[in-house]
């Protein structure tokens, strides 16, 4: 199972998701499928950063995206424009922030390097982004766990993330388990790479949103 592969299983779950969250809030079926993305989507970036040329670039279009999705993001979910709630951009901007800090300054700088760890989980709940510090506590144990020999690493990571679950979120989250199945076949290879496809998986974030959004104003 191939980058690509893992990105489409990770946007049709979430697309999934996000349409029983709007029109089918009492049933879970939609939510438990909807478990599955995230997961995948900060293993992605954990590739992401291993395989990126410019880590500055990459923070820099998450950032971007993270503010081009936040008017769909607030419409979808809130009918209005706000800020108690942030999207999930966000969360995966600093996620990369606390691990290109842990990567480069852990052994020279401890301190320098908790420190982002600290900035990332802060601004995480104070932001009210998405998944929070669970999210970026995801993203670590993918971090941590990616030079682990296979297959004791996807043992230990659906453990951490289980625990993770329980003691931060609980409820439906618990299925988010089920996404290390997936990632457990991931073969290292990309599948079909090009500009359009990249900017293509960026964009569907906001534009299935606000897709969404203007079908609910029809209801």
Known sequence: ???MLLKLIALVTMIIDHVGAI?????PWFRIIGRISFPIFCFLLVEGYFHTRDVRKYSLRLLIFAFISEVPFDLAFS??????????????????IAIHMLD????KK??????????????????RSDYGILGILYMLTIFGLRKV???KKYIVMAIIITLLNLFLSGGLQ??????IIFISYYNGKPGPKNE??????????PAHLMILYLISLNR
């Open 149 to 151: 020999a296979e297959p």
């Open 79 to 96: 009918g209005r424009i706000e800020s108690s709630h942030q999207n999930i951009f966000f969360t995966l901007f600093l996620g990369l």
């Open 1 to 3: 199972m191939n980058t």
């Open 196 to 205: 359009l496809l990249k900017y293509g998986f960026y964009l569907a974030y």
């Open 104 to 107: 480069v300054y852990f052994v």
């Open 174 to 179: 618990m299925y988010s388990v089920i996404s």
């Open 23 to 27: 029109f089918f809030p009492f049933e």
């Open 110 to 127: 401890p301190v320098l390097a908790m420190l982002g760890l600290i900035f990332a989980m802060f601004f995480s709940e104070f932001l």
